[in-house]
């Protein structure tokens, strides 16, 4: 992926893709751009393409029609295993394998790459100081951590090969309110420290301005509206960016 400092270049590209499965409607003729060393999240109801979207960029699944974009390169099956080593995936719940610890977790593709153990544990300490992770926690199986642990271990598996890109499905969507709250903020903090290129999906409107000036509101596999907060609040494109907005819920004023 280019460096983070040039930041015009474009990290990410779907130009036209639609994606069915059966019936179903996964995207529908979608284009977008995603900068390099930026961050842009992803919001829309269930079904909406943002899960989809994030597996076709990682070359998880591939378009029916269009054409992803990595790098201004066209991504074809024969790169797919030389861009997953360049960009973090983390995914809800996290994802980690049960039968290994923490650490092990953390060292199965760097191992395949043939790290030095030394060097396995030498980034998960400089990863475990950077989300704020106890390290004797990394000697724990899955089950034996927290959700906000396990979450914070997803990340920095993510982040073990210092990758150019994260993709963020959901990361938070599976925790208690004052966990993610915490973890909103150690997250927003690392994707300002770090200058990644960063695209973070979620249902929550809230946390996807927390995360990013950037929002791009999906539904039923289209973009329905790309820009910033205020854009969807005051200069909405169709009733529905309305609709969606006000139906983020808040905590009433209690009665008088």
Partial sequence: MPA???ASSE???LSRVSKHYGAVVGLDDVSLSFHAGTTTSLIG??????????????????????????DGRA???????????????????????????????????????????????????????LTHLSSGVLARYPAELSGGQRQRVALMRGLMLNPDALLLDEPLGALDPLVRHE???????????????????????AEAAWFAERIVLMRCGKVVQDGRLEDLRQRPTEPFVTHFVEAQRTLREPMA
Avoid: C
């Fill in 75 to 129: 991504l074809e099956k024969d790169h797919v295993l030389e861009l997953r080593r360049r960009v973090g995936y983390v995914i809800q719940d996290g994802g980690l394998f049960p039968h290994l610890t923490a650490l092990g977790n953390l060292a199965l593709l760097p191992s395949h790459l043939g790290w030095s153990r030394e060097r396995i544990h030498q980034r998960a300490e400089e990863l475990a100081a």
């Fill in 11 to 13: 990290a990410f590209e």
């Fill in 45 to 70: 109801s269930s079904g909406s393409g943002k899960s989809t979207l994030l597996r076709l960029l990682l070359g998880l699944e591939w378009p029916d029609q269009g054409q992803v974009k990595v």
């Fill in 183 to 205: 973890l909103q903020d150690e997250l927003k903090h690392i994707f300002e420290q770090l200058g990644k290129t960063v695209i973070v999906v979620t249902h929550d409107i």
């Fill in 4 to 6: 983070v400092s040039n």
